[in-house]
């Protein structure tokens, strides 16, 4: 097997290692007293770490990693998709016990909740149109749309700070992760636009 084979595998593996280990302990019943809390919390840090290993390809491939660091990118993407939606079903499932009448309730009347799932149907749109046949039919449009994950990523940041309210250590540790992330965003487009007007000025 060749050693890029392999090393995706190693990383598909360790992805899913989470859902292994909070699987087992759901199985064993030794995820503490309250069992659904630490399963919407740990889907929930999971999804937010994923959302950031995604975030953090481009800047390592243009840092040295090259493009064989690319693919992982959509990996660590759908990862993120994978614990979201487990994140929500354990809140359909548990927190709401299913009582259908009041999803709309609580997505329109508490704060952290319509944040969330806002996020939450941007990363499924996302998702759908990862595959290789949305991203023909979309054409040049599929980059721009794509562009929705660094929404994704600030109200996933805004979605927790709200949970946590007083004690932000949590959220400042992502925080500091994610604005550099963003930053480095802001900063290739103005060079790439500083070095486009300069082309422009000179061949005219
Ligand atoms: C991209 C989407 C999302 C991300 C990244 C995310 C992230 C998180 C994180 C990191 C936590 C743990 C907070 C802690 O440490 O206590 C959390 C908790 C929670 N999330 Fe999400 N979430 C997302 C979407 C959603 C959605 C769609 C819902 C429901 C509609 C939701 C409902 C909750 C609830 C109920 C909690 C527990 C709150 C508590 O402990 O009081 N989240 N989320």
Redesign the pocket.
């Known amino acids: 097997m060749r050693l890029a084979t392999a090393l995706r595998w190693i990383i598909f593996g360790m992805s899913l290692l989470p859902f292994i280990v909070l699987t087992l302990g759901a199985v064993n019943n030794s995820l503490g007293p309250d069992p659904a809390?630490t399963l919407?919390?740990e889907?929930?840090?999971w999804?937010?770490r994923f959302?950031l290993l995604s975030l953090s390809i481009t800047p390592l491939r243009n840092l040295g990693a090259g493009p064989r660091v690319f693919p992982y990118r959509r990996t660590f993407g759908l990862f993120?998709l994978f614990y979201?939606s487990l994140?929500?079903l354990i809140?359909l499932l548990f927190?709401l016990q299913l009582r259908w009448s009041e999803i709309s309730e609580?997505?329109l009347e508490r704060p952290?909740?319509t944040v969330?799932?806002t996020?939450?149907l941007i990363?499924v749109l996302l998702g759908v149109t990862s595959v290789k046949r949305m991203m023909r039919r979309l054409g040049r449009y599929w980059k721009p749309l794509h562009k929705l994950v660094y929404l994704?990523n600030i109200?996933?940041l805004i979605?927790?700070s709200w949970?946590?309210r007083t004690d932000l250590t949590?959220a400042v540790i992502?925080a500091s992760i994610l604005l550099p992330l963003l930053a480095y965003r802001v900063y290739k487009y103005y060079i790439g636009k500083t070095s486009r007007q300069f082309h422009s000025s000179t061949s005219s």
């Open positions: 809390d919407i919390q889907t929930g840090e999804t937010f959302l993120a979201a994140h929500f809140y927190l609580d997505i952290y909740i969330g799932f996020a939450y990363l994704v109200l996933a979605h927790l949970i946590l949590e992502y």
